[in-house]
């Protein structure tokens, strides 16, 4: 078994096991993406797309000197990024604002902006989206942008030309009144015969009437070019009226909310199987004791506040005793032969006081009077509930405390009751409540055990605490143990503590038998790391 496919495995039982966990977190998802997005206003969004071409023409600016005023927020050709800012900014909406005849005040202006958003598609095309009350008024706003932005780049790139043209006219006068002055000029160096002025001066005058044509033909130009602004800038997609609102999506919102739900379903699960301190599958059963699950029933809810575990049926308990005992005999699971074969002491044992660990340690005891062996069944669990009616009031175990240690044995032989089937025979827990016989009851059964006849097998079962009265006595005087667990036990306190308190005693955990299995877990309950002890010799016949 790969370790990979152990996780995946574990995590599809997790989501399984939280099934309804998840369903509720779906639930809760959908219901609030419900409510959330049917309080949502109303709203409906239009689109419209502008293109721009050159304000002024490149070539008529390219001609302008340095120092000519080429300023103008709009007239110039600015990047596209700062246009779609512009298009956007309270400055422009207010104009808008204006145009539709609504409120102009600093809150309304910012939220008509809130609601607008304008991205440069390339470099001289543009989308305009905006959010409305309804359909068309959506409509209106996104076409009223674009038209309002169109015109106010015309009229500033004709107030631009104009202004240009007047500063190119304005040059041409200056240059051809100085180009007169200089008429004079050239005459008097003429009559004083300096020949060297004159040329200069004509050389001069000539630049000058050169600069008075280009700046009156740049004027002409640009005259010309007004006539032209804005006919490459138009309105190329207008906004249309949409047949669904944007806002609220229902549909969208609650297929959101439910796979959030999910997510969050799946998330929780996974977080309580893997951080939960409790046993909940077969495969956390067998790793925290270190043994492979030899057989486990299916149980119902779980109540994990709940730590004792319900009462089974008396069928069920015996077919788990049964199928424990069975798969002792499987060596590869047993490899000390424990109840395989001639003589043995195996305790049985619960990870928490249970009433179900009695009654499969008395069904295992009679598997193995059944298979013709003579079964001792101890029961050392002083405080637990009886399981044969007819054995209840007599005396037992403590009653033993008080007898002398030569005769504990014969005294012992004599108060072993039949059992439910041939060979098998019950020491009960006896009637004696005293504390210390309480206390030392437990520890009078290894010595018991040692006195048997040769070839008589041993069922222990005893209880779960672990301390100075608790298991180690009883694991003194056995081979090997069986713990059962109930789901919902936790891992480390209830059961691999009491798992190496059995190992430290010498009565190593050959197997699990769990209680309450979800059906989902079908699994072997072989832990990833469990690999089979080397056999041992079989332990020898007493």
């Given at each position: ?50 293109v721009i071409g050159p304000a002024v023409p490149p070539a008529l600016v390219a001609k302008l000197p340095s120092g000519t005023d080429k300023t103008g927020p709009l007239g110039m050709d600015l990047p596209a ?380 079962h005893g209880p779960a605490a672990v301390g100075r009265h608790g298991i180690t006595p009883l694991a003194a005087a056995v081979d090997a143990s069986v713990l059962v667990v109930q789901v919902g036990h936790d891992k480390d306190t209830d059961v691999s503590r009491l798992t ?43």
């Amino acid at each position: 078994m790969e370790p990979g496919t152990v996780v995946w495995r574990e995590t599809a039982q997790s989501l399984l096991r939280h099934k309804w966990l998840i369903v509720g977190c779906i639930l809760l998802g959908t219901l609030g993406a419900a409510v959330f997005s049917l309080a949502q206003t109303e709203r409906w969004t239009a689109s419209s797309q502008v293109v721009i071409g050159p304000a002024v023409p490149p070539a008529l600016v390219a001609k302008l000197p340095s120092g000519t005023d080429k300023t103008g927020p709009l007239g110039m050709d600015l990047p596209a990024e700062t246009q779609a800012r512009v298009m956007a900014s309270p400055a422009l909406l207010r104009e808008v604002a204006k145009s539709l005849d609504m409120p102009t005040t600093d809150d309304s202006v910012e939220a008509l902006a809130s609601v607008t958003r304008v991205k440069a598609v390339t470099d001289n095309a543009y989308l305009i989206t905006i959010d409305g009350p309804t359909a068309d008024e959506a409509v209106r706003r996104a076409n009223a942008i674009a038209r309002i932005y169109l015109a106010q780049r015309s009229n500033e790139a004709k107030a631009l030309l104009t202004t240009l043209a007047g500063q190119a006219s304005d040059r041409s006068r200056t240059a051809t009144a100085q180009s007169k002055t200089l008429v004079s000029q050239i005459a008097e160096a003429v009559s004083r015969g300096d020949t060297q002025t004159a040329a200069a001066l004509r050389d001069q005058r000539v630049g000058l009437a050169t600069e008075a044509r280009q700046a009156a033909d740049d004027a002409s130009a640009m005259k010309k070019a007004l006539t032209g602004v804005g006919s490459s800038s138009q309105l190329v997609t207008p906004a249309t009226s949409d047949a669904a609102t944007s806002s609220p999506l229902v549909y969208r919102d609650i297929t959101v909310g439910a796979i959030l739900g999910l997510v969050l379903g799946f998330g929780l699960a996974l977080l309580s199987t893997h951080l939960s301190p409790f046993v909940l599958t077969r495969d956390q059963a067998a790793r925290a004791a270190g043994a492979p699950v030899i057989t486990a029933s299916v149980g119902g809810r779980r109540r994990f506040w709940r730590r004792a575990a319900p009462q089974l049926r008396p069928s069920e308990v015996t077919a788990l005793g049964a199928e424990a005992s069975g798969a002792l005999a499987r060596r590869e699971l047993n490899p000390r032969g424990i109840g395989a074969s001639g003589a043995g002491a195996l305790l049985v044992v619960s990870a928490s006081p249970t009433p179900n660990s009695a009654g499969i340690a008395l069904a295992m005891a009679e598997a193995s009077a059944r298979d013709g062996r003579e079964t001792l069944l101890v029961l050392a669990d002083l405080g637990g509930m009886p399981v044969l009616s007819h054995v209840t009031d007599h005396e037992g175990l403590t009653d033993l405390v008080m007898e002398p240690a030569g005769t504990r044995a014969v005294r012992a032989r004599k108060l072993f009751r039949p059992g439910t089937v041939a060979d098998l025979y019950v020491l009960p827990p006896g009637l004696n409540h005293d504390d210390s016989a309480l206390a030392v009851g437990p520890s009078l059964v290894p010595g018991i055990v040692a006195d048997l006849p040769p070839g008589y097998s041993v069922v222990i079962h005893g209880p779960a605490a672990v301390g100075r009265h608790g298991i180690t006595p009883l694991a003194a005087a056995v081979d090997a143990s069986v713990l059962v667990v109930q789901v919902g036990h936790d891992k480390d306190t209830d059961v691999s503590r009491l798992t190496a308190a059995l190992r430290f005693a010498g009565a190593p955990v050959l197997g699990v038998v769990l209680i309450g299995a979800s059906l989902h877990d079908e699994t072997l309950g072989i832990p990833v790391n469990f690999t089979p002890a080397e056999p041992a010799p079989v332990p020898p016949i007493r």
